[in-house]
């Protein structure tokens, strides 16, 4: 039963959740929660964060030590786990953005290449 | 890893609630309602649980997590059944203890190396074939020449030495006390690779002229134990056998000498033979032997190798041996033997060991027998554990339907055998130290308890480990089996009671048990008849109120002159004694294990030569103060006591002698002579014939000789005191009238001959109490398992009974069922245990006395034992099923 919304988003690649998240964390401290709103909402809807694997995702940026995280108190005064981008985490960011930029170009030509062709042809 | 390892289960789960919260809010500030934000919430975020469990195994070593979780569960289903937990580790604590601690005495007395420098490459010399000469000594004995004759051919040893083991009267200052000691070549240290603690040990210059060089070394233990490590003892002189020399050193620790058993408190030259042994040295003599010559390999080659290189040199040596000045006469056959002698090379990495040649049997016997108690235990450990399987076979089929997989169940079951094997290996290892003590106690010689300990060491260590590790797999592999093959549609669809599967098998393991415990019931009770044969043979003459005691002036420091006159007057007083009824005296030591013997002459119309022969000398006194009669012709008296000591002129035969020599004729009058050759002078006059009496074993009767002692050269000798009353009250009188006669003599062993009689029968007596013991342990394992399978048995059958009852049939042959299902089990296990003592009894048959292995009496008496205990085992069971109520019987279930 997916709303019409729905069937429009994006499911996200193996190994980008990790780069939103850190990118998210850009700008400023964030809950889980927080985090998959931010990332569907600057994707304008079109980004499906699974709320299952987000955790094990945060668990693991925590762990590599490119997060940190806190306990806190939400906007709405509910009690979060609040996580922050640690020094470590933002170099990565850096690199990973840089990588992810050169991914995307070259997939980019390679894609409107192969609508050219299908074109000619 | 660690910082991981840092957040808890319990934060995790809390950050999703929080996140539910958090979405929740949101999802209702967009206008749904609660409960939709509720689902919505809980559908985007997945399944919690499995987040969970993501987040878990993130965090963990599985392997070691599933194997602290299975521990965990296999201590819970320990202790949910302390009852049947206990039972398997008393059994094997038991089954462990009993083989750790004979193992410990095994190794100690038949496996383990001596502690010297590759003892691997040590060998020992045996003359196998017929010698031309006399001896002193166990076996393997060489005369003096030919280890120096051979230690020149140098071709396959690196270096030889020789060696002979004696008791000498050592003194330190203060009053002297016997002592073990070895008389050594000059080679001995130095090829053996032992250092010395302090000083320097014997070398070839201590080993070159008789008599010239008195020192000694002495033993780390009797350094320390005796002169308080003191330093000083070094240049000291000390008294053996009253003769002065002088320490030179202190050997290594931990070494004992080349004999296993034997604990010398010091090592004496070759050369001073004649002072370690008074009275006689044979150093040149090529016609006794008394050395035992152990060589080191050359590097690369093999005993056998060696004995075949040998060959050549020893049939020259023989050849030049009957060539030289002083061959005796020997008969043809003698010679054929002689030359037909043939030099053995054994391998000697443990030493050569009297106590080992004696117990070597009763050990792997006894070693044989506690591997059955540990099969037993192990089996009935297996039975309990197929029972719990049985028990548990629902949950085991929940798990594995629920998709648990074999290898984690069969994990389960074999740790669970594991902790338990584990905490009855501790258990046994606690306890066997006792029974190693106990078996110390049984040792045949005196020195053993000094030599071996009950002390537990690496290499029992190891063999325990390696015991747990056995019996985890003996023991788990029965449930595990069992556990792989349940169904679970099976098991899950049946009935709690109506199993079928294990419990074929669970009876199979009884019946072995049964089988088991039938052959050690067997061998205890022909070990237990052996020993009251032995007791009721005894040694042929009545032994209350008798006491033994020896004398050796030539040992405490007087010449043969001297010794004859003051055993002569040492027996007079005694005699005259109030407390004492009739004293005589020998010259060899009875009961002891030891003795003299030699090939005899008889000369009668023909001549005969017989096989070795015990002899002794004895005084007139001698068999009246045993008790035994004289049968034919007349004891010893004063005709036979002139003070001489050329050839005996008169001499005793006992019955057996007769039975085997003098079958058609006379033997009053015959006339005999020692030895064997032609030129043998048989000049000794038989006058008596004595009943027969066991003067060194008590197995078999021997033929004997007696002489008269005071015909005879004697340096001391062996006093048997018949006393009025009490031993104890003469013991002390006698003491006092040796010490009035001169306060130099020692008095040796004083003791009764019963005493004497239970030393000697005490590898007997260690055999039948253990393996009585062993029974006993056995039996009490094997009733244990009956009686589990047979409650199991009646509960499965209560719906049977029931019926049966039902439709009349009396309560006690409800009982008759269970009965006659135990009695099934038990004929089965005869039916195995009676090929098994067939064949093993071959194994033990040396050992026993007057009883046949298949003896039917021992037989019928074990099974009798086995099937008492098996209706005792059965009694419970069968009681509940007969007394059980027909409603109840029929509604359950």
């Known amino acids: 039963m997916l709303s019409r919304e729905e069937k429009n988003r994006v499911a996200l690649l193996q190994g980008t959740l990790d780069l939103l998240i850190l990118r998210i964390l850009v700008f400023g401290p964030q809950h889980g929660q927080g985090i998959a709103r931010a990332i569907q909402l600057n994707s304008e809807d079109v980004l499906l964060v699974d709320h299952g694997a987000l955790y094990p995702a945060l668990q693991r940026l925590e762990s590599q030590a490119w997060i940190a995280a806190e306990w806190g108190v939400s906007s709405n005064n509910r009690k979060a786990r609040f996580y922050t981008l640690t020094a470590k985490g933002r170099r990565r960011l850096v690199r990973e953005t840089g990588q992810w930029r050169k991914l995307a170009t070259a997939m980019a030509r390679i894609l409107d290449l192969e609508k050219l062709e299908v074109l000619e042809g | 890893m660690f910082n991981r390892k840092s957040r808890a289960q319990s934060d995790f789960s809390a950050e999703l609630l929080a996140h539910l919260e958090l979405e929740i809010d949101r999802l209702r500030a967009e206008g749904l309602s609660e409960d939709e934000a509720f689902h919505q919430a809980h559908r985007s975020l997945g399944n919690l649980t499995t987040a969970g469990e993501r987040f878990y195994e993130s965090r963990r070593w599985m392997w070691l997590d599933r194997l602290t979780k299975s521990t965990g569960y296999a201590l819970r289903q320990m202790k949910s059944s302390p009852g049947s937990t206990a039972t398997v580790m008393f059994s094997l604590a038991l089954g462990i203890g009993v083989n750790t601690a004979i193992f410990s005495l095994t190794d100690q007395t038949l496996l383990r190396s001596l502690p010297v420098e590759k003892p691997e490459q040590l060998v020992l010399l045996d003359w196998q074939g017929g010698f031309v000469g006399g001896g002193y000594g166990g076996g393997n004995i060489f005369p003096n020449p030919f280890y120096r004759d051979l230690r020149k051919e140098n071709g396959v040893f690196s270096d030889l030495f020789a060696q002979c083991p004696t008791d000498v009267n050592l003194s330190l200052g203060k009053a002297a006390e016997a002592a073990a000691a070895e008389i050594v070549s000059g080679s001995y240290f130095p090829t053996l690779g032992v250092h010395p603690a302090l000083g320097r040990l014997l070398s070839e210059s201590d080993d070159v002229k008789p008599n010239a060089d008195p020192v000694v070394v002495i033993s780390f233990d009797y350094w320390r134990n005796r002169t308080n490590s003191n330093p000083t003892i070094i240049g000291q002189r000390v008294l053996v056998n009253t003769f002065p020399m002088t320490v030179v050193g202190v050997a290594e620790r931990g070494f004992h000498g080349v004999d296993v058993g034997a604990v010398p408190a010091l090592w004496i030259p070759i050369m001073m033979k004649r002072e370690a042994t008074p009275g006689w040295d044979a150093l040149f003599d090529r016609r006794t032997r008394w050395l035992h010559i152990f060589g080191r390999l050359k590097p690369g080659i093999g005993a056998l190798q060696a004995q075949s290189r040998l060959q050549q040199w020893f049939k020259n040596y023989l050849r030049a041996d009957t060539l030289r000045e002083g061959w005796p006469a020997v008969t043809d056959a003698q010679m054929k033997e002689y030359m037909a002698s043939r030099l053995d090379v054994l391998p ?434 094997a009733m244990i398992g009956l009686y589990g399978v047979l409650s199991f048995s009646a509960a499965r059958r209560t719906k049977e009974i029931g019926i049966r009852l039902a439709l009349g049939a009396p309560p006690w042959a409800a009982g008759g069922l269970i009965v006659r299902e135990a009695a099934a089990m038990a004929a089965a296990g005869l039916a195995i245990a009676l090929p098994a003592v067939w064949a093993l009894g071959r194994l033990v048959e040396s050992q026993l006395f007057g009883v046949r292995p298949m003896d039917a009496a021992t037989i019928l008496a074990a099974a009798g034992v086995l099937a008492t205990v098996c209706l005792a085992a059965s009694l419970v069971p069968a009681r509940k099923a007969a007394s059980a109520s027909v409603l109840d019987t029929l509604r359950s279930e």
């Open chain 2, 348 to 781: 000697a990495a443990q030493g050569r060991s009297d106590l080992r040649i004696a117990i070597r049997q009763p050990m792997l016997i006894l070693l044989a027998a506690t591997g059955m108690v540990l099969l037993l235990a192990c089996l009935n450990v297996a039975n309990l554990s197929l029972a719990r399987a049985l028990a548990r076979r629902r949950a085991t089929a929940l798990k594995t339907a629920l998709g648990a997989s074999r290898s984690r169940i069969l994990g389960e079951q074999f740790i669970e055998s594991f902790l338990m094997a584990m905490g009855g290996c501790l258990a046994g290892l606690l306890f066997a130290p006792l029974v190693s003590r106990s078996i110390l106690a049984f040792l045949p010689q005196e020195t053993a308890a000094a030599a071996l300990n009950a002390d537990l060491d690496f290499h029992v260590l190891v063999f325990a480990v390696g015991l747990t590790a056995l019996t985890t797999v003996l023991c788990g592999s029965a449930p595990a089996l069992y556990a792989l093959s349940v169904q679970p549609v099976t098991a899950l669809k049946e009935q709690s009671t109506a199993v079928a599967g294990g419990f074929s098998l669970r009876k199979a393991l009884v019946v072995g048990q049964f089988a088991l415990a039938l052959i050690l019931l067997i061998g205890a009770g022909l070990f237990a008849r052996t020993l009251a044969n032995l007791r009721a043979e005894g040694p042929g003459y009545q032994t209350s109120n008798l006491l033994m005691f020896r004398i050796d002036p030539l040992v405490d420091g007087y010449s043969y002159a001297d010794a004859k006159p003051l055993v002569r007057r040492a027996l007079t007083a005694v005699q005259a004694l109030p407390e004492v009824d009739r004293a005589g005296l020998s010259s060899f030591e009875m009961l002891r294990g030891g003795g003299w013997n030699n090939p005899v002459t008889i000369q009668t119309h023909r001549r005969v030569i017989t096989e070795d022969i015990s002899m002794n000398s004895v005084t007139p006194d001698f068999f009246a103060a045993l008790g035994t009669a004289v049968t034919l012709g007349r004891d010893f008296d004063q005709r036979d006591s002139r003070d001489t000591a050329g050839p005996a002129r008169s001499a005793i035969v006992n019955e057996e002698f007769v039975k085997r020599y003098f079958k058609h004729s006379d033997p009053l009058g015959a006339r005999l002579g020692i030895g064997d050759s032609p030129a043998t002078v048989a000049a000794t006059e038989i006058v008596g014939v004595v009943k027969t009496f066991h003067d060194f074993a008590l197995r078999k009767p021997e033929p004997e000789v007696f002489f008269p002692i005071w015909e005879s050269r004697v340096g001391g000798g062996t006093f048997f005191v018949r006393s009025r009353n009490s031993s104890a009250s003469a013991a002390l009188a006698i003491r006092a009238a040796v010490a009035g006669v001169s306060s130099r003599l020692s008095i040796l062993s004083l003791r009764t001959v019963d005493d004497q009689l239970d030393r000697m029968l005490k590898t007997e007596r260690m055999l039948a109490t253990l393996a009585g013991g062993f029974a006993a342990v056995a039996t009490l394992l």
